[in-house]
């Protein structure tokens, strides 16, 4: 016995000229109102991620020197705008950044000593560690007026991105963290401070949002984000 199987008029598949052009418009309106807002979101997330490498920096910087007795720097290429990147006290770079083409590396970590007495200098055979630089991401502050993040005992004027301070209280970019994991400013002639000597932070900016990364004098780190909102540094 066969069966018939009836198969059923649905109606005409697929799109209709009308409608194909409705879905593209629609579609270009919402790319072209999404578009700024998803490049702002990214250009937020490496400012984050900026500040959050700095802080790491530092804590690796405590925890090696407390782990391997030698004293560790870490030093900061923060300048003022025009100004070429900071180095160390005897004018060496802080290492070719591959994420820059070349240039220097906004943040290295240092073991000072190890191929020699520490100097507080980057000598060739030394351990040393980048950290890589972030697209749209400066030093300083944009949006924040200037305002000392929380708990930054350094000096008052940042606007080159960094409020550490050698013992005498002049402007270094760099702090050293003694084998007891406490940090210490030092000079150019390698003169370290003690305990207190230290504290400091570095701000870095966007353009549209200010992060502070503040190490305190007795070694802790936190980082602080602006709020427009409230005029004021929050964690």
């Known amino acids: ?3 018939r199987t009836r198969i059923r008029d649905t109606g005409k598949a697929g799109f209709t000229l009308v409608e194909a052009m409705i879905v593209v418009a629609i579609v270009g309106i919402v790319a072209a109102v999404g578009t700024p807002a ?8 490496r400012a984050r991620s900026a500040a959050r490498s700095t802080a790491d920096a530092l804590r690796i910087a405590r925890a090696e020197a407390i782990r391997s007795g030698f004293p560790y720097i870490v030093y ?26 070349g240039g220097p590396f906004p943040v290295l970590i240092l073991r000072d000593g ?14 040393q560690q980048g950290i890589h630089a972030q697209r749209d991401v ?3 502050s944009t949006v924040s007026g200037g305002v000392a993040a929380p708990g930054d005992t350094g000096l008052a004027d940042h606007s080159s991105g960094s409020s550490f301070s050698t013992p005498a209280g002049a402007a270094t970019t760099w702090v050293s963290f003694a084998p007891n994991g406490v940090p210490v400013g030092f000079d150019a002639a ?6 207190g000597s230290g504290g400091g932070a570095i701000y870095l900016t966007n353009g549209r949002r200010d992060y502070a990364v503040v190490l305190s004098p007795l070694g802790v780190v936190r980082v602080h984000i602006w709020n427009q909102g409230t005029g004021q540094w929050t964690n």
């Open 1 to 3: 016995m066969r069966t």
């Open 138 to 140: 400066a030093w300083g």
């Open 38 to 45: 998803l490049s702002g979101f990214f250009i937020d997330m």
């Open 190 to 195: 390698c003169n370290t401070g003690g305990v």
């Open 76 to 101: 900061f290429s923060a300048a003022p705008s025009g100004d070429p990147p900071a180095t160390d006290p005897a004018g060496t770079a802080l290492g070719a950044d591959p994420a820059t083409g």
């Open 114 to 127: 190890g191929v020699g007495a520490p100097n507080c200098l980057i000598d060739a055979g030394e351990v």
